[in-house]
Every structure is written in structure tokens, then in C-alpha cells.
């Protein structure tokens, strides 16, 4: 049996999308550990850079010196034009048949990428997501007010939209490169939102999804990019998921 998840393994190509904004702090760790924790494994970088005027980019280039351009790929944009058009704009440029998205900030550690290939192989499943809320998850480094928003708003949006998995809000996931293409294709919405319409509507579609337990991290450099505006975002696409799906 492992000898032959080792076969697949080999023959499977998995595409890591990174979206990027003032990330120059973290980009060259996380890039590190990519490459620690998957020494086995095909796959390729694919850095989306909203125009970041830390020199992000400049980062990621010499990134490439070290590591070879074949495995580190910039896709960079003008400027700051959301994370759901980050991912389509990093798929259009992706190899591997399939994909993973994750955040640069180290919220989403690395090591738990051979958990997401070893559960995909195990259970063929379309979708495999990190999960903070089942037993071996959890967040570090919140206080408790952005503990109970985070929760209540997973409770609220499991009440209301019965998505079939525990963690709606998480943005680290595994998937078919053929299932992200045809969910990213039936979403609407940008932004943070964007995350919990994808696993809404590949529910709906009937995916078959599997979760493995995290641990995620609040950003150890940098300022975090959820706000105010980001909560108000979030109930109305929660609304708008109630009625459109």
C-alpha cells in the first residue's frame, strides 16, 4: 500500500498558489519550508504579487536564483485586485494536476502539506481542507475576542449553509486542479468571502471534501489584512451564499 501511494505520489504534480501583498518578511521562510517538508515530492511555487511596494518581488526573484525559476514562479500584478482573481490568475499559469492554496504569512504551516497528499491519496477525496475547529486543530496567538468572532461566524455560516465541512472560513486547501477550476468558475464573490463560497458551492457540486486538523498561526511579521470592513464583507456574502445556493 505505500509503495504504491509513493507511485502516485510521484506521478502527481502539485501546484502551491501563494498570493502575496508586503509579504518580504515571510515570503523566503515559507518558501523554505515548502521545500523541507516536501522532499519527496513534484511541485512548483507559483508567487502571486500584488504589486507590493515592500519589495516582495525582489524577494522572490532572488528565490528563484537559489531554488531555479522552473520551481519558483512570479506572477506578479499591478496592484491589489482581490484573492479570488489571485488564485484564477495563478491557476492560469499552474502544471500540476493538483493544487494548493495557502496563505505567505506562515499562518499556514507547511508541515501539514504531506497530511492533505497522504489524505487525498487515501481517500481519492476532490478536496482536502485545513480545519481549526476537530480535534488536533486549533488557533495560536488570538485573543479571545478573535477566537469567538472566527467561531461564531463558522457556527453561523454551518447553521445557515450546511457546507459538510467544519472550517468555512480556513483558506488552506488542497484541490483537484479540474475541481478548482469549475468552482472558481461558479463563484462570485471577492475577497475574504471568496474562501467560503468555494467549499459552498463544491459541497453543492458534490465533491467529495476530507479535512485534516491544523493548527493556524496569527502572522508572525507583518500586519494582519482583516478589518472592520472584512467582517461586514463576510455577512454579506453570507447572505448572498443563503439565498444563491
Known amino acids: 500500500m505505500e509503495e504504491e501511494q509513493q507511485k502516485k505520489k510521484k506521478k502527481n504534480k502539485y501546484s502551491i498558489i501563494v498570493p502575496t501583498y508586503n509579504e518580504r ?3 523566503a521562510l515559507i518558501v523554505y519550508l515548502i521545500f523541507k517538508h516536501l522532499r519527496e515530492v513534484d511541485f512548483e511555487i507559483i508567487v502571486v504579487d500584488d504589486g507590493s511596494p515592500d519589495g516582495t518581488q525582489d ?3 532572488q528565490l528563484q536564483q537559489v531554488y531555479g525559476e522552473d520551481r519558483i514562479l512570479l506572477r506578479a500584478r499591478p496592484r491589489k485586485l482581490g484573492l479570488g ?3 484564477s490568475h495563478g491557476l492560469k499559469h499552474a502544471s500540476g494536476n493538483f493544487v494548493v492554496i495557502m496563505d505567505a504569512d506562515l499562518s499556514h504551516h507547511p508541515k501539514y502539506l504531506p ?11 476532490s478536496i482536502v481542507t485545513g480545519t481549526r475547529y476537530v480535534t488536533g486543530g486549533g488557533v495560536h496567538g488570538w485573543n479571545l475576542m478573535r477566537k469567538l468572532t472566527s467561531r461564531g461566524a463558522n457556527v453561523l455560516a454551518q447553521t445557515l449553509l450546511w457546507p459538510g465541512v467544519s472550517d468555512l472560513t480556513g483558506s488552506f486547501r488542497l484541490y483537484r486542479r479540474s475541481v478548482l477550476e469549475d468552482v472558481i468558475n461558479s463563484c462570485v464573490s471577492k475577497g475574504y468571502v471568496f474562501q467560503m463560497e468555494m467549499i459552498v458551492r463544491a459541497s453543492r ?7 485534516v486538523p491544523i493548527t493556524f498561526v496569527d502572522r508572525v511579521y507583518g500586519s494582519s489584512k482583516l478589518g472592520g470592513s472584512e467582517i461586514v464583507e463576510y455577512l454579506k456574502g453570507l447572505a448572498y451564499l443563503l439565498v444563491a445556493t
Open 205 to 211: 457540486k458534490g465533491y467529495h471534501i476530507e479535512e
Open 115 to 125: 497530511s492533505f497528499i497522504r489524505k487525498q491519496m487515501e481517500t481519492g477525496a
Open 59 to 61: 524577494i522572490v526573484k
Open 25 to 27: 518578511l515571510n515570503i
Open 85 to 87: 482573481t489571485a488564485y
